[in-house]
């Protein structure tokens, strides 16, 4: 089964972002973006596009397949 690999950690330092910060941003609990940093497992389809639009990149940008 493919994995959803992702850069969130990635664009939360570029912007200066803590964990907590995008969790509020979103809607989930910090625990929530821990785990999904550390692939433990994939986004909804809602919550990935919410994590997009708070960077302002498309989904593409952070979510991506790999087999």
């Known amino acids: 089964?493919?994995?959803?690999?992702?850069?969130?950690?990635?664009?939360?330092?570029?912007?200066?972002?803590?964990?907590?910060e995008l969790a509020e941003?979103?809607?989930v609990r910090r625990e929530t973006i821990g785990?999904?940093?550390?692939?433990?497992?994939?986004?909804s389809l809602v919550l990935a596009w919410n994590i997009a639009k708070?960077?302002?990149?498309p989904i593409e940008d952070i979510f991506t397949i790999e087999k």
């Open 1 to 20: 089964m493919p994995a959803i690999k992702n850069r969130i950690k990635e664009y939360r330092a570029k912007y200066d972002m803590k964990q907590e």
């Open 54 to 57: 708070v960077f302002g990149v």
């Open 25 to 27: 941003k979103v809607g």
């Open 35 to 43: 785990n999904l940093e550390k692939g433990k497992y994939n986004p």
